[in-house]
């Protein structure tokens, strides 16, 4: 009863399986391994992007502060949800990696920047002058950090403002196989058709050991892109271990059925959760990601029997004393089981 | 017949072993796994060093960064060797991490620093001048990049000198396992007890996935730190994996094993090709790595037959004509096996 | 009648003949002049701080930003208020400055933040979490950029606040001496026992040509404020001439005079504008700045005249149409005279 | 008799009046004023550049480091002599404004970089290899800092093969009108069309305050430079004191006078104390700088007259014992006068 974050979970099978199989003898370092070659045809043709530039890395943060630190200048600004990972969970890298751009919050509604907070923003700033920051990028986050995940419609009318003031547009998918899941499209509807630039395209959270690409749908900036993970020490030597992972997690869907499992178990625990008395969720739950409280006696049942997830801070005024109902993050992943699932929910109802 | 780098070498079945068994369910993620603190515990035995801080992170190049960059204020400098890996060969990522500290290059003599030319150039610092960048840190590696290893001896006059002038030590091991091999001393004698103040401890080139830890003894230093690696995007999510190729290492003097074979493939490989006419080394090889030359038709021969290794720069006018004696880099590495160096000393002699 | 910012108004006589005076023959440079030590020792007296380190610069934004960057590590936060200057009109120079420390935008009431809104920010923070930014430094500016002032006890209770939190606490004053004017106070009173440890003293909008003092309270870093200013470009090889101005301005209260004169010239703008049917001011006016609004046609009226002012964004829904009442920036210098002042409210006036 | 720095002296009354004729009334802030638009106008005609964009700022160091900063990116390298001001007298700053660009440091003869040895750093770079730095732009100074002068044919060498390897040319005058004058030839020839991209025009030794243009012979390249300099406070808000200054320096060819009779006056310097015993140049003096070296006795019985100039490090083992023969850097300015030059000749001489 592991919902603490789909980091805690295990590589898949086909995941390892690849690198073992990828121990055989030498191969090139530093990105010249034949699967990287591999990799990027796959990612190219998943997109539908035959130009596009794909490179590995391993950590989300770097993936997110690469790919802005090539679309913002020092002395612009990266527009995101206020509560986005890059704002609050990165300890600063997008402003390290940029060199000290700012990131600019933005509210919003159900977890997603509204097209009415980005204008409003947009309209503080005046073409030309000199005294303030720059309009740089946007980047926004499917699956969002809220557990939601903004529509095909709603990307590409974000996108289409950000177009209008040259911002360029950045999607930050931790979990993008999740929210393409959740929207039944393809990865080119959820990126370039709709406005995306450049995408942190995760594999880490779905199931592998430490694995995002990023994918530069301009190939002119790949260079530079090249250079800043290289300066980052983002490049791996034995980066053949990066490619088997990810060429193995593009091979016969894999992704795909990793994160289909993994939103299935997120709306089983939301089915099962649903009908106990005061549960509510906090934003809708669109994917494998859940924000939502009940009784305090349902955590302390839970908890004593194992679960484990994250507590949520803020109080619940329309559901009882804030003492009294508790929040949590709750997050399932490609390995969760339905009987987890049950055994949960059952010690949540008490 | 692969000498191009240790990075082109396959893991070693322990560390890959580790990795597997260390997919089991679930486990904290952002370094707070169980394993990590087995490695901490190995880490301060192996050093003697009861209070040390210990980090990992998967490339050499974070090690480094991060490393200089507790212990070099931006508008200090960085003294090192003239041909050091974080001076020619990280795309400048210690100015990256430092924000734009300064690298001396020093001379030397067989590839390593020499207290004269370092006792030079500080003779150029003047006292409280603000005009110039201030004395910050010093980083020796070894083995060399040159393949020469840094006496015990050479280290302490190194380091006491840098004392002297309030300039903190950082050791670049990339290859640490083989320079300790090759000195016959402890992790404490090549580190502390010579005064280095932090070390990145290699194990990617010596049989690892991608894995190397940073070893600070001042612990005040700590959380700078981990802030730092964080910000960086080099703090691993699923950093079990990380941990669990570590303690495979430092379990049964594994790394202690690969280093020596290592050394003994590299010995071997002298032994093997110094009895061709024409063949010299261009520094003294005393571990795993050699740059050498020899007649073109040798280069040819091997190559022909499958050889793989870096060509190296630089005529050499003692042993005929430039372009009929060629340069080269050979780095053996834990799976090197004596067929191979045979072989290809053979095709080298004709 | 331009009351468009105290930057657009002369150099007071003094000064200039400060200026002209410091041209005598050779001077020691980049700082080395014996009227810097004078000035120092000025300040120390006038801030009754004798162990203060102070250096000149001759920028708002420099001696913001080096100010700020002493005090705050590249992976902390500078909170500070949402439209202060720092935050909206030095082009990211914090940032800049800090190597990407975030600033966190604070709400607040009357132009200043409130102990309310400061303590439900820090409630975000948890201690000793490394994938959030750190707590660093507070900077309030006093003549805040509304126009109000904050009390001695409003600084006192903001700074307690951050002391418990380990937060430094920086103090913005570009407009200091009209502060300190409006609250009768010493400058002790306003900065270090108040609990401020850095100030950005300014002189250039109070009848300077282009100086502010940096007064550092703890000596300690002293050192690396000079380093920092050097590595900036902001030390001046001619210092002499920014070291006169300064003597000028601290002598025989000659500050205090000009700054009592452009407050004096804000009260009666207010005084002279207040009946005119449908004005209001947007925040107190507390020294000699004022946002305001009034109804176009004396805005037609007054610029038809040559009235030079900030138009200032934003509907004003309590006095009619949004397209009727227009808001404005009005502020007064040391060298505004009564008479333009009354013609100005005059032509609003109709 | 102070040849310590051009810096030391005083400003010539042309630009001090300027100044106080500015200060009349308002004055539109931060670039603004309309002395700036004659200002610009001014220098596009004396450099023969209609297009160039021009911008004031009060430091060479400022004026470097953002030029710099517009031409280098943060993983390139800027090369240029290994005693240059960017390189030994800047505490970092060019480091600091490009965010972590390395520094080449470049040997040569005379103190000025050889197309050889140029030739011999850049054989160093592999295109395209990622590992490494990459090459940004070439810095030049004239005068340099060894008051040498670079010929017309020197400089277009120089820049001929930077532009082959796509490499930017910047040059540092900060002398650059005594580098002019020495050259006999025009603005336009020691820069554009020599192969210059971006000029820091200094006036700051030559007789100002302190104001600094810099000269982008791409217009493209404006704007950047515009944020970077309000980004690092050196925009300034009473600007129109620059402007002044600037506006004086470049009437009736004041600067070429000014630049005239500071290289007299070190002609004369040299031309006074060469026929004295043991004397000797360590360098070709060819503008208002000259380092050179006599004896012992001779520096006491100047210094004991009051004489003030740095005493320079280094050996003269063709002069005499090294504690009998000492060094000097001895800098003449507009306002040296002959009696000043001969009375210390006399001294010199004994």
Same mark, same amino acid.
């Given at each position: 009863?592991?919902?603490?974050?789909?980091?805690?979970?295990?590589v898949c099978?086909e995941a390892?399986?690849a690198i073992?199989?990828?121990?055989?003898?030498?191969?090139?370092?530093?990105?010249?391994?034949?699967?990287?070659?591999?990799v990027?045809?796959q990612i190219?043709?998943v997109?539908?992007?035959?130009?596009?530039?794909?490179?590995l890395?391993?950590?989300?943060?770097?993936?997110?502060?690469?790919?802005?630190?090539?679309?913002?200048?020092?002395?612009?600004?990266?527009?995101?949800?206020?509560? *986005?990972?890059?704002? =609050?969970? +990165?300890? #600063?890298?997008?402003?390290?990696?940029?060199?000290?751009?700012? !990131? &600019?919050?933005?509210?919003?509604?159900?977890?997603?920047?509204?097209?009415?907070?980005?204008?409003?923003?947009?309209?503080?700033?005046?073409?030309?002058?000199?005294?303030?920051?720059?309009?740089?990028?946007? *980047?926004?986050?499917? =699956?969002? +950090?809220? #557990?939601?995940?903004?529509?095909?419609?709603?990307?590409?009318? !974000? &996108?289409?403002?950000?177009?209008?003031?040259?911002?360029?547009?950045?999607?930050?998918?931790?979990?993008f196989a999740?929210?393409?899941?959740?929207?039944?499209?393809?990865?080119?509807?959820?990126?370039?058709?709709?406005?995306?630039? =450049?995408?942190?395209f995760g594999g880490t959270k779905n199931g592998l050991m430490?694995v995002e690409a990023?994918?530069?749908?301009?190939?002119?900036?790949?260079?530079?892109?090249?250079?800043?993970?290289?300066?980052?020490?983002?490049?791996?030597?034995?980066?053949?271990?990066l490619s088997a992972q990810m060429e193995a997690y593009l091979t016969d869907d894999l992704w795909i059925r990793l994160a289909?499992?993994?939103?299935?178990?997120?709306?089983?625990?939301?089915?099962?959760?649903?009908?106990?008395?005061?549960?509510?969720?906090?934003?809708?739950?669109?994917?494998?990601?859940?924000?939502?409280?009940?009784?305090?006696?349902?955590?302390?049942?839970?908890?004593?029997?194992?679960?484990?997830?994250?507590?949520?801070?803020?109080?619940?005024?329309?559901?009882?004393?804030?003492?009294?109902?508790?929040?949590?993050?709750?997050?399932?992943?490609w390995?969760?089981?339905?009987?987890?699932?049950?055994?949960?929910?059952?010690?949540?109802?008490?």
């Amino acid at each position: 009863m592991i919902f603490g974050s789909d980091n805690m979970a295990p590589v898949c099978p086909e995941a390892m399986n690849a690198i073992t199989r990828a121990n055989e003898g030498y191969a090139s370092s530093y990105g010249a391994d034949e699967a990287m070659q591999r990799v990027t045809a796959q990612i190219r043709s998943v997109f539908e992007a035959p130009d596009a530039a794909v490179y590995l890395v391993a950590t989300g943060t770097a993936a997110n502060s690469l790919a802005l630190a090539v679309y913002t200048a020092p002395w612009q600004t990266v527009f995101c949800y206020e509560k *986005s990972h890059i704002a =609050v969970d +990165e300890c #600063g890298a997008p402003e390290f990696y940029t060199n000290g751009a700012k !990131l &600019t919050n933005l509210g919003g509604t159900d977890g997603k920047i509204t097209p009415e907070v980005f204008k409003a923003q947009l309209a503080n700033y005046r073409k030309g002058d000199v005294h303030q920051v720059q309009m740089g990028s946007l *980047s926004l986050t499917n =699956v969002t +950090e809220a #557990g939601s995940v903004y529509t095909l419609d709603e990307i590409r009318t !974000l &996108t289409a403002i950000a177009k209008e003031n040259g911002i360029a547009c950045h999607l930050d998918g931790a979990r993008f196989a999740n929210a393409m899941v959740a929207l039944g499209c393809t990865p080119a509807d959820m990126t370039w058709k709709a406005g995306i630039d =450049v995408v942190s395209f995760g594999g880490t959270k779905n199931g592998l050991m430490g694995v995002e690409a990023v994918v530069l749908f301009d190939p002119e900036k790949a260079w530079e892109f090249e250079l800043r993970r290289k300066r980052a020490g983002h490049l791996f030597s034995k980066h053949r271990f990066l490619s088997a992972q990810m060429e193995a997690y593009l091979t016969d869907d894999l992704w795909i059925r990793l994160a289909t499992q993994a939103n299935a178990a997120g709306a089983r625990l939301e089915e099962k959760l649903s009908p106990i008395e005061g549960f509510r969720t906090l934003y809708t739950r669109d994917a494998n990601l859940m924000y939502c409280g009940w009784h305090r006696a349902g955590h302390e049942r839970a908890k004593a029997a194992g679960a484990y997830y994250y507590d949520e801070p803020g109080g619940h005024p329309d559901s009882g004393p804030a003492d009294e109902f508790l929040n949590a993050r709750l997050v399932c992943n490609w390995s969760t089981t339905d009987a987890e699932i049950d055994r949960f929910a059952a010690l949540v109802r008490g």
